[in-house]
């Protein structure tokens, strides 16, 4: 089944403990991406990843790191989370191309910063 | 720069009667235009999208969407809406003189469908 893959789904932690949302997908896509999803500013961009090695910052980039080692993983990283990081988080992945573009998301990684 | 407005927070119809949630957009270029759905506790599902040619397209569980370039609009619709319809919708814009990778989402609309 094609799908995208997130973990973990729910998550509390403490300020300035670092920890990695992992995102695998299965498709051999090129194109992966971060959002995190706030209520009333909808999804903003974190970061995107043109291919292996290839990333780039979205609109909200402060405070994540990402690595694009491999084609199917696209880990999210906050290296010392803060309580302005407690959000909803999507992976989302697509094939790259003209005619495409449509995104497929994973089923999202609920955060909690205390 | 692009960015992405859906002027309304919620929409609510009775089920069969015709649902419209608005869209409208500014890019630099031209656009590529895309309409989400978001059931409760899952991720978000691609309805359908405008690259070019026919300003109707229609995509999926009946919807259908009209792009409008003079207006910048890019209003989602269906003729007769399903209880099962409730849900979030977001429209999305990715701008083609802009990197490839970049999409802007607006706010969302929470649609609410009454028996």
Redesign the interface.
């Known amino acids: 089944e094609a799908q995208v893959t997130q973990n973990p789904r729910y998550l509390i932690t403490v300020t300035g403990k670092k920890l990695t949302v992992t995102c695998s997908q299965n498709m051999n896509h090129e194109y992966m991406s971060w959002y995190r999803q706030d209520p009333g500013l909808g999804l903003r961009q974190i970061y995107y990843s043109m291919n292996v090695e290839v990333t780039d910052k979205g609109d909200v980039p402060e405070g994540y790191k990402v690595s694009r080692k491999e084609k199917r993983n696209f880990p999210l990283i906050l290296e010392s989370p803060s309580p302005n990081q407690t959000s909803l988080y999507f992976c989302a992945s697509s094939l790259k191309g003209i005619n495409t573009g449509e995104l497929f998301f994973g089923e999202g990684s609920r955060l909690t910063v205390l | 720069a692009q960015s992405v407005a ?1 002027p309304e ?1 919620q929409v609510k119809v009775a089920e069969g009667n015709p649902l419209t949630v608005k869209c409208t957009y500014s890019v630099s270029g031209n656009p ?1 235009l ?1 309409w ?1 759905v978001q059931y409760p ?6 309805l359908l ?1 405008y ?1 070019t040619g026919d300003n109707l397209v229609k995509g999926s569980y009946g919807f259908e969407a009209e792009f409008n370039k003079s207006q910048t609009s890019f209003h989602l619709k269906k003729p007769s809406a399903l209880v099962s319809d409730s849900a979030l919708y ?1 429209c ?1 814009v ?1 701008d083609i003189a802009d ?10 609309t929470q649609v609410v469908v009454t028996p």
């Open positions: 859906q927070d590529y895309f989400y506790n899952r991720g978000l599902q691609f999208k690259i977001f999305a990715r990197s490839w990778g970049k999409f802007q989402f607006g706010a969302g």
